[in-house]
């Protein structure tokens, strides 16, 4: 059984059933349409936004947040201010998608390398850097409500 | 910003503005050729007719660090449906590393009729102006690449750079002021492209590749220019130059400018860049 979020690891499977390169770039461009779904409330946090949300590591200027829900687990909000920042708003959606209200200790399992699970190996160099810093950043604050 | 043509550049031909490039999107001479980091950005939206060059799938050997031989720079060529005579024109984002590093390596295969379009992608978006999802086709041709990869002229490969070191060679390190003092082993960011040293070439002046451009992504005229690179940083002209980054993709940035925009006689760009001499055996650094 795997130790990771049921809904990611469904979505990961459906991603490696695209074998073709402009199928994967086109659902992905889909799932970044829809990033205004996951972009951060204003009761959450607005702008300047504090430094400590950035995710260090990535050029699309990301920045995530976590709000706790009823039964423990997290709601992740995101927001990216690069407007060019496409795979920055796709991985922002996918995430909460799978992430928001799992399991603490799940979320906590999940390893930065999924990415290229979602956009493929011939990612650009340096790019998949950015994108591994946005679900470090989730994980992260998955292991500080844990108290890890 | 003044026209191109009034900025004082040694070649301002390299350059085309926004409006040009909307002036000649059906011009059967001209293609228009878009190469990001961003994979996405070409499928989201390009300029109407323009071709997709990735860096990753299209120029780089799978298997070599190095860059595509002829006869798949050819294939390339031919895909895009371009001539020896066709004037190719590069875009993209992050204020045009990608373009500019396509049109180098178009360039090292004698392909010099190319141009780069000012302020990239993301002036082009800022204006307003037309992108679409339709992918162009265009008639295969059979391209002849005008020459075999020319590695010497405006490369620089390891060994060049270190006897460029030895001679005391001008250098330009344009990453940034962390990198290159070495407080930072790579670019914010890109941690997998960092290096097991910190520090510089030797004799390296830091001049980041961003002090060329202006806040909209198009290149500062030639007077800005050659106060940073000449006055400031007293960099001549006259005698041989080599730029270097990361991976050579910011440097090509600068070599563009340093060769066509100020008119360095001798300007090569060190592709294996810091991920190549920061991990070598015998090469020296400093801090």
């Known amino acids: 059984m795997s130790n990771i979020p049921t809904k990611l690891e469904e979505t990961r499977e459906d991603f490696s059933f695209i074998t073709n390169r402009m199928e994967r770039q086109e659902y992905l461009i889909q799932l970044a349409d829809g990033f205004n779904e996951v972009k951060v409330p204003e009761r959450i946090a607005s702008q300047p936004y504090d430094e400590s949300h950035r995710v260090p590591s990535c050029e699309s200027e990301a920045f995530v947040w976590a709000e706790e829900n009823e039964d423990g687990t997290l709601k992740y909000w995101f927001d990216v201010l690069n407007p060019q920042g496409l795979s920055a708003m796709a991985i922002a959606v996918i995430l909460d998608d799978a992430l928001s209200g799992a399991p603490l200790d799940q979320v906590a399992n999940v390893q930065a390398d999924i990415v290229f699970d979602f956009f493929g190996k011939n990612i650009a160099m340096g790019k998949g850097q950015g994108l591994m810093g946005i679900v470090n950043m989730v994980v992260a604050e998955a292991k500080r409500r844990q108290g890890k | ?287």
């Open chain 2, 1 to 287: 910003m003044a026209d191109i043509n009034e900025r004082g550049y040694t070649s301002p031909d390299v350059l085309v503005s926004t409006e040009w490039v909307a002036e000649n999107l059906n011009n059967e001479n001209v293609r228009i050729v878009e190469s990001n980091e961003d994979p996405l950005l070409y499928p989201s939206g390009h300029i109407p007719g323009a071709v997709e060059v990735d860096w990753t799938n299209d120029l780089n050997d799978p298997i070599v660090r190095d860059y595509i031989g002829k006869d798949a720079f050819e294939a390339l060529a031919s895909r895009i449906g371009i001539t020896p005579e066709t004037t190719v024109v590069f875009y993209g984002d992050k204020g045009n590393w990608w373009a500019t590093y396509a049109f180098w390596v178009f360039n090292l295969f004698g392909h010099t009729n190319t141009k780069v379009m000012d302020g990239g992608r993301t002036k082009w978006v800022a204006e307003g102006r037309d992108l679409t999802r339709d992918v162009p086709t265009y008639s295969e041709t059979e391209y002849k690449a005008p020459q075999d990869r020319d590695d010497k002229s405006i490369r620089a490969l390891r060994e060049d750079v270190l006897k460029h070191v030895q001679g005391k060679g001008q250098l330009v390190d344009v990453r940034s002021p962390a990198e290159y003092s070495g407080e930072k082993l790579h670019m914010e960011g890109y941690p997998q492209e960092g290096a097991l040293r910190g520090g510089h070439i030797p004799g390296a002046k830091n001049i980041p590749w961003s002090r060329a451009a202006n806040e909209d992504g198009t290149f500062k005229n030639a007077e800005e220019l050659k106060a940073i690179y000449e006055d400031e940083q007293g960099l001549d002209p006259n005698k041989p130059t080599v730029s270097y980054c990361r991976i050579g993709e910011r440097s090509s940035h600068s070599w563009f400018v340093l060769n066509y925009l100020l008119g360095f006689d001798n300007v090569r760009n060190y592709d294996g860049s810091w991920t190549e001499w920061g991990n070598s055996v015998g090469v020296p650094i400093e801090k």
